[in-house]
């Protein structure tokens, strides 16, 4: 009864997104406060997980406050369908492969997520009725993600799996406000 709750509130949260998906993010979100609150909120829920975060100060991205949402769906999955005595998950800025984009990486040492899921929710991999994805939390990131103008892909390995997130850079110089600035003028 839990899981379908669970799953019942991730699809309302979708159906949400799905409908404000043509609206732009355009906040200034630091990385390494969304990814701080998120750890923080990980470490009370899962106690016997290690999450550790090696991102610098004032990387900010363009997105919203939905990208804290992103982090916790990364986190549940890692933990919740890993098999390790002791889930880790590890958030770290990497070299990214596009200009004027920061890249996140977010790894777990978990048995890695399926190919077909993978195939299926980067949309490379036609879904059916008795060939579809095992969870919505993955989609919800991807949409997520896809709405910042960002791109998701997946690295799977014996270690474990990496989700990496590219998403836009926050230039702060095109004249998009910044949270604070919108509270200001309210």
Not at 27 to 55: C, F, G, K, N, Q
Not at 117 to 122: A, F, G, T, V, W
């Amino acid at each position: 009864a839990k899981t379908l709750r669970e799953m019942a509130e991730t699809a309302n949260d979708m159906a949400r997104i799905v409908g404000q998906r043509s609206s732009s993010a355009d906040y200034e979100i630091d990385l390494a406060d969304t990814v701080a609150e998120v750890r923080a909120e990980a470490s009370e829920t899962y106690p016997e997980a290690e999450i550790v975060a090696d991102i610098p100060s004032n990387r900010p991205v363009r997105a919203d406050s939905k990208l804290t949402r992103v982090f916790r769906e990364l986190v549940d999955n890692a933990v919740e369908y890993g098999d390790a005595e002791s889930p880790r998950v590890c958030f770290e800025l990497r070299d990214g492969s596009a200009e004027n984009f920061v890249t996140l990486a977010v790894s777990d040492n978990g048995p890695g997520i399926p190919a077909a899921d993978r195939e299926r929710i980067l949309g490379e991999r036609e879904i059916t009725q008795l060939d579809h994805a095992q969870g919505i939390g993955l989609w919800l990131v991807e949409w997520l993600v896809e709405s910042y103008g960002g791109v998701l892909s997946f690295d799977v390995d014996e270690g474990g799996t990496t989700v990496l997130l590219e998403l836009p850079a926050y230039g702060g110089d095109d004249g998009t406000e910044t949270d604070d600035e919108r509270l200001d003028a309210a």
